[in-house]
């Protein structure tokens, strides 16, 4: 006999709702051959999970400065997650990308398209938030979201390369 101890669960095990496990035991005994079987059900779930990165190039500048986002989108959990769309209201009030699944570990960053001209004096705080449903289909949706910030100023600062104070008396 050589029994195999372990089972490590797979995307289809866990696709499957669980996992059946079957032994059987066989013998000889006199000239008959006798034998046993039984199996053990073990339930599996997934762990859906997505995350989201936003970057800015530069977070303090100038009023007329074009500023270069990008946002990454990473699906975190064991499953694949399907459905998924990136929105950012500052580029757009449709989904700017959007996948039919996003496997486990499957990353993607999206840089095109998304440059902004900083236009105003302050905070430009931006959100984006991507969604995305696990296999359970209508029984999970998931969300995340990231902010960044730009501050827009009216005047250049500068800084000196050596600055120095003299004091005369």
């Known amino acids: 006999i050589t029994p195999k101890p372990t089972h490590t669960i797979s995307l289809d095990d866990v696709l499957n709702y669980g996992y059946t496990n079957i032994a059987t035991a066989?013998?000889?005994y006199i000239e008959e051959t006798v034998s046993?079987?039984?199996?053990?059900?073990v339930s599996t779930?997934?762990?859906?999970s997505i995350s989201i990165?936003?970057?800015v190039d530069?977070?303090?500048v100038y009023i007329g400065t074009t500023v270069n986002y990008s946002i990454t989108v990473t699906n975190n959990g064991n499953i694949p997650l399907y459905q998924v769309e990136l929105r950012d209201p500052m580029f757009s009030n449709d989904a700017i990308a959007?996948?039919?699944s996003l496997a486990p570990g499957d990353s993607y960053t999206i840089t095109d398209d998304l440059s902004k001209l900083i236009d105003?004096?302050?905070t430009t705080t931006n959100t984006a938030t991507v969604t995305g449903w696990d296999y359970l289909d209508d029984e999970q949706e998931l969300q995340a979201s990231d902010t960044v910030s730009v501050v827009g100023s009216d005047r250049p600062i500068i800084i000196p390369d050596n600055p120095s104070i003299s004091v005369s008396i």
């Open 26 to 28: 066989s013998g000889l």
């Open 36 to 41: 046993a079987t039984d199996d053990a059900f």
């Open 45 to 48: 779930y997934g762990l859906p």
């Open 53 to 55: 990165d936003k970057q």
């Open 58 to 60: 530069n977070d303090s």
């Open 98 to 100: 959007s996948w039919t």
């Open 120 to 122: 105003t004096v302050g």
